[in-house]
Structure formats: structure tokens, C-alpha cells
């Protein structure tokens, strides 16, 4: 039986048990192009430097026993400030409704195979697997070929939402490895404003995959803050695909933290399609051990007067390995584009190693674009410069640690999501045995 | 007896710096150490700080009657040592008021006390700041990022007042410095001297011993110290140039 059979007759179920509907077609066009294009292997350009078809080498557990968790099973791994916050559970990458709760007027969540449709089949039809485009894979092809159990989260016109909305994904992997597949499509519509908090947890020893994508879409005048947290066990592996459109003029600030997990992929896309957007994408790793991360960046500019800020910082330790990809498209009409890259990393043993390449493609002639990367070692001057202040050698490292880490942290506007990470980072120097 | 430096020698890979020195600090004094460019002034302050690029290849020293070379750079710091940098490092992402409190707290540590509590530390913060005319938006920056050199060399200072140490060695302290910089710098040093520590001036001029005025001069040329005298032998320098002492020993 070929490896990639049960997912073949998982497809073939839910074509059954969900018949009909745009998104059966949907469905079916990307299950071929799985079967058509298979696993990304490193032969592909986009997955040189990951190495994924090794994690299919076993069979899965596709669907989720959402009744299995108690609600006291996931108070456990509950972010600070969650009481107030908006919350939604997937399990298994299946959105569990009964674990969830919408708290603020102005957001609506439904199932997505429901907006399809309903009245907010317009916005589907324009938007869903618009990030196939990007990334035209086997993996992303996968995702909605399996499509079930995804949400929309619709933004109302003119509404601010204050509290947050803390998304957390489950993996349910006590008796059997779990594949997670979850889809959403979050829109915020013209005037408003969204601030998401997202994290990954694996119960049990049985490990995980998360093949994600989340897509957004931005209108006029909106801003979205995404803060991305990746702090999973060493058995718990994902790729993760963020993929948002600017419709319109608007503001989108993502902080993306990858802190444990196997081999994390990270695919994020800010497509500016509307005149003076802004996007702001940034992200700390900080790994050890075996684990990889890997971040993929595309900001395609559209459009005149967008401008974008990219800052990427790693700290790798042990045989961890990362790498940073960072795409710019100038469109040929996108003049007076502003485009700053920067990939910042730190080597903390002598078996890490980074991969960083910038790689912008510009098509227009009046534009500032600006992109750097520097791989280091930890600055041996101002190590000593701290110790001969009294210092001790370990706490000296973590503050120079720390620091390097600030300026992505400061990015963290949501001071309880910003106090825990800050804190899980502490911890993790406290621990460090460098 | 504060520090006592026995026939020291020490260097950086192979290259041979130091020669054998010999210096003995008394609490209470003023030394200046003066020479020309890579006599070894700023190697013998990177030995003393534990700067571990230098190898000691022979000699001791001695502080607070402990072998002060067997002790880590935070030791000696922990110890009463103290030195201010010809090169502050800047240090990203960490505040000068995090970076003090830390260094405080983990000196007290080493000595057995009780961590200062946030009302004394404060307390204490303000008065140094005010020797040093820092103000708060200083200390809430990064650590000497973006800082002046005078603005740094005041930071060094402000961290000297902090910490309190028994031995201070300034290293070029009044390199790049504007008059009025010095001023500050040196004003900041005479309100910390007592009988109980004592200051090691490193410099290649005579304007900062001004205002920083030594009990004793060195003079060390070519790894050694050749000649030590009172404060009217940097003026003498001041005039007629190291050349004077050039000759002087190479006629020897």
C-alpha cells in the first residue's frame, strides 16, 4: 500500500459524506494537483534546505475525537488574559465549536463549507485557496483537498474588536500520530480592527503534524495584528502557510515566534494590492536541540506607495538548524515601493546553522528596497564587558540573549501575549547550558 | 596592601607585551600609568580585568591579598575591580538601568548580601546620576548604543559609582573627549575617592591629570615600567615628548 493511500480515501470520504457545494469542486481540483505534484522533496527550489517527506512516512489519524477533551485538558495550556479573550479550539485541525467562544459583537464564526453557502459566498469565492497561487505545492494542495472543519471569521464594518481572539490548535496525539489540517479564512472588513494570538499544542507522545493555512483578507482602512506562537514538542512538526491579501489600504503588523517543534515551515505572504498598505512582518527563533525552522517570506507589491519592514532574528543551539527566505516582488506598476529585509542570526554551538537568502525581484524603476542578513556568533566583546561588571558567564549570555531578542518582543503589542513570550524566553535562557 | 603586581608578563598569542611589571597600589592613591602608543598601558589593564585574549606567561598579582589571576573577570569584579572601557561596548536591546541593577545585585550575591530592594536601588540610582549629569532618558536606552563617547565615558563612570570598587583603572578614559567631558568624568572620579580605594589612570596625555591629580606617575615603555615619579613628571612629558624616555632608556 502506498504511503499516501489513507489520505487518498480520507479525500474520497469527505467527497461522500459532504457532497455537493463550490467547495466539493474545490476539494477534487486540489486532489489532483496533490497527486499531480506529490510531497515537496529538497529537488524543489522553495524546499532546498527542508526536508518533509520523511514525515509521511507513517499513517496519520486524520479525523478528531473532540469529545475525548475535557475542557480541563486544555486549561492547561491556556494563554494569560484568555478569560477575556475571543477563543477558538481546533482539534485535530477540526474546529471544536463547544471548546470556543466569540465574545466581542462584531465577529462572526462559522464553518467554511457553511459561508460557502451563505450570504458570505461572495467573499469565499474571491478569496479561499487564493494562497495557492503562492505556494503551489503538494503540501498546500493537501490542505484543501482535506478541507473540513475550517473556519471563516467574518469582521463586521466599522468594528474595533478590543479583546483578542486566541486561537489554539490541539493535537489530540495520545494514542495515535495526529495529522492536523486546519483552514481558515479570516476577513476584516473596511474600518476595523483584529488582533489574533495563535498557538500549537501536542497532547501525548505520539507526535504531530500541522499543515495549516490561514488566509486573510484586509480591506480598507483595517488593521490586523497576528502574533504566531510556536512553542511545540520536539515530536510536533509543522508547515504553516499565512497568507494575506491588503485589499485595501491598511495596516498589518505579524510577529511570528518559533521556540521548539521538529521541522516548523513557515510560509507567510503580505500581497499589498491596494496604494499606501503597510505591512510589518517579524519574527524570533530560537531553537535547540534537533529542531529546524525553516521561514518563508513573499511581500508582493502590487500596487504604487507600499511599504513594507521585515525584520527576521535567530538564535540557534545544539543541531539546530533554520533558514530564512525572504521574497520581494516589485510589480512593474508598483512605484515608489519602500521595501526593508533584515535577517539577523546567531550561532550559538558549532553543529547549528543557518541558510539565509534574501531574494528580491523588482520590475519597477523608482523604488527603495533594502535587504541584509549577518550570521555570528555571540559578540565575545560585550560578554566580557558584562562579566567584568560583576556578571556571572551564564547570566551575561542571556542578557546579551535577551537583548538580541528585544526589538522582535517589543513588536508584541498585546502586552499579555507579549509578557508570556518574553517570559517563556527567560525560562528557556535560565535553562540554556551554553 | 591593595594591589601588588609581581615581574608581571603576559601577551596575546605569541607576541610578548608585557615584561615584567611591577606596580604596588596603596588604598587612598592615585597612580597614572602614561606611555606611548602600545607601550602595554591598555594590555595591563585587560590582564588585570581578566580579558581572556592575553596569556600570562609569568609573574603575580596580587588583590585584597588574593591571586587575583585565578579569579574570573566577574570575580574580580565582585572582588572591587573595576575597569572603564577605552571602548564601551553597546549592548542592544539592553537598558543601562537593567545592566546596573543585574551587575549590583550579582556583586551582592557573590558577597553574601541580600539583593538591594527597589526603593534603595532607585535611591541610589538617581544620586550617581546626578554626580555623572545623566538623566533617566539615558539610562532607559540601550546600553551605550547610540551614545556619544563623551556620553559613554560618563556611563562608565555612573557604573564605577554603582558598583563602588576598592581599585578603579581608568583606560584612556580622556581619549576623544572634549574639555568639558573630561571635566565631568574627572569631577565624578574625585567625589568617588576615599582612603579606603584607589584609582589606576591609564593615558597618553597629560590634560586629563589635571583634574585626576596622581600621587604617582609610571611611565611604561616597551612592556616595562621605566621611570615613576610625581605628578610633575607628565608635565615634563607633556613637554619634551616620549622621545625624552626613548632615549633615556635606550641609552641604557
Not at chain 1, 518533509?52 to 475525537?65: M, P, Q, R
Not at chain 2, 568639558?180 to 574625585?190: E, K, L, S, Y
Request: proline residues 3%; glycine residues 6%.
Amino acid at each position: 500500500m502506498n504511503q499516501t493511500d489513507y489520505l487518498k480515501a480520507r479525500f474520497e470520504q469527505l467527497q461522500q459524506e459532504e457532497p455537493g457545494g463550490n467547495l466539493a469542486a474545490v476539494r477534487s481540483k486540489a486532489f489532483s494537483a496533490f497527486e499531480r505534484m506529490g510531497i515537496p522533496t529538497v529537488r524543489n527550489e522553495e524546499w532546498k534546505y527542508t526536508r518533509i517527506s520523511g514525515l509521511f512516512n507513517k499513517e496519520y489519524t486524520l479525523a478528531a475525537d473532540i469529545a475525548a477533551l475535557s475542557s480541563n485538558d486544555l486549561t492547561t495550556y491556556q494563554l494569560p488574559a484568555h478569560e477575556e479573550a475571543n477563543v477558538l479550539v481546533f482539534v485535530n485541525g477540526i474546529f471544536a465549536e463547544q471548546h470556543s467562544v466569540i465574545r466581542s459583537a462584531g465577529i462572526s464564526i462559522q464553518l467554511l463549507e457553511l459561508a460557502a453557502k451563505n450570504e458570505y459566498a461572495p467573499i469565499v469565492a474571491a478569496h479561499f485557496d487564493h494562497s495557492s497561487s503562492y505556494v503551489n505545492d503538494g503540501i498546500n494542495a493537501l490542505n484543501t483537498a482535506l478541507l473540513h472543519g475550517g473556519i471563516f471569521v467574518h469582521v463586521a464594518k466599522n468594528k474595533v474588536i478590543e479583546h483578542p481572539v486566541y486561537i489554539y490548535h490541539i493535537s489530540d496525539a495520545r494514542n495515535t500520530p495526529v495529522l492536523a489540517q486546519p483552514r481558515s479564512l479570516v476577513y476584516l472588513s473596511e474600518n476595523t480592527q483584529l488582533q489574533l494570538a495563535e498557538t500549537y499544542i501536542t497532547i501525548g507522545g505520539s507526535g504531530s503534524f500541522t499543515n495549516q493555512v490561514m488566509e486573510v483578507v484586509v480591506e480598507k482602512d483595517a488593521q490586523l495584528s497576528y502574533y504566531k506562537i510556536q512553542n511545540d514538542s520536539a515530536d510536533a512538526s509543522q508547515v504553516n502557510t499565512t497568507h494575506i491579501r491588503q485589499t485595501g489600504t491598511s495596516v498589518v503588523n505579524v510577529v511570528t515566534i518559533s521556540l521548539n517543534g521538529g521541522i516548523v515551515r513557515n510560509n507567510l505572504h503580505a500581497v499589498m494590492e491596494a496604494s499606501h498598505a503597510e505591512a510589518h512582518l517579524y519574527g524570533l527563533y530560537f531553537q535547540q536541540g534537533n529542531s529546524h525552522i525553516d521561514n518563508h517570506t513573499v511581500v508582493d507589491n502590487v500596487v504604487p506607495h507600499c511599504q513594507s519592514n521585515e525584520l527576521y532574528k535567530g538564535i540557534l543551539d545544539n543541531n539546530a538548524t533554520g533558514v530564512f527566505n525572504g521574497k520581494i516582488f516589485v510589480r512593474k506598476d508598483a512605484q515608489k515601493t519602500n521595501a526593508f529585509q533584515s535577517n539577523k542570526n546567531v550561532l550559538l554551538s558549532d553543529a547549528a546553522s543557518v541558510n539565509t537568502k534574501p531574494q528580491l525581484e523588482i520590475y519597477a524603476d523608482d523604488v527603495k528596497c533594502s535587504h541584509g542578513c549577518t550570521v555570528g556568533s555571540l559578540d565575545e566583546e560585550g560578554l566580557f564587558y558584562l562579566q567584568s561588571r560583576g556578571i556571572p558567564y551564564k547570566a551575561a549570555i542571556a542578557l546579551l540573549l535577551q537583548g538580541f531578542a528585544m526589538d522582535i518582543l517589543e513588536k508584541i503589542r498585546l502586552e499579555p501575549i507579549r509578557a508570556y513570550v518574553t517570559e517563556l524566553i527567560a525560562q528557556r535562557l535560565t535553562a540554556e547550558s551554553i | 596592601m591593595l594591589l601588588r603586581i609581581h615581574n608581571l608578563q603576559a601577551g596575546i598569542e605569541e607576541k610578548e607585551i608585557l615584561k615584567g611589571i611591577n606596580l604596588e597600589i596603596q588604598p587612598g592613591e592615585v597612580h597614572a600609568i602614561m606611555g606611548p602608543n602600545g607601550s602595554g598601558k591598555s594590555t595591563l589593564a585587560s590582564v588585570l580585568a581578566g580579558r581572556q585574549d592575553y596569556n600570562v606567561t609569568g609573574g603575580s598579582v596580587t588583590f585584597n591579598g588574593k591571586d587575583l589571576l585565578e579569579l574570573s573577570p566577574e570575580a574580580r569584579a565582585a572582588e572591587g575591580l573595576f575597569l572603564s572601557f577605552q571602548y564601551p561596548v553597546e549592548i542592544p536591546g539592553l537598558s543601562t538601568t537593567n545592566f546596573i541593577k543585574t551587575a549590583v545585585n550579582e556583586v551582592r550575591k557573590y558577597r553574601g548580601e541580600e539583593p538591594l530592594d527597589a526603593v534603595a536601588f532607585l535611591k541610589m540610582m538617581k544620586e550617581k546620576m546626578a554626580l555623572m549629569e545623566m538623566d533617566q532618558a539615558m539610562l532607559s536606552r540601550s546600553l551605550n548604543e547610540g551614545f556619544s563617547g563623551g556620553e559613554k565615558k560618563r556611563n562608565e563612570i555612573f557604573q564605577m559609582a554603582m558598583l563602588q570598587p576598592k581599585l578603579a583603572i581608568l583606560d584612556e578614559t580622556d581619549s576623544g573627549l572634549d574639555i568639558d567631558a573630561i571635566r565631568i568624568v574627572a569631577n565624578g572620579v574625585n567625589k568617588l575617592r576615599s582612603k579606603d580605594n584607589a584609582v589606576l589612570v591609564i593615558t597618553h596625555y597629560q590634560r586629563l591629570l589635571d583634574y585626576l591629580v596622581p600621587d604617582v606617575i609610571h611611565v611604561l615603555y616597551n612592556g616595562r615600567i621605566v621611570k615613576t615619579g610625581t605628578k610633575e613628571l607628565a608635565l615634563e612629558l607633556e613637554e619634551k615628548g616620549y622621545d625624552f624616555i626613548k632615549n633615556e632608556v635606550n641609552s641604557l
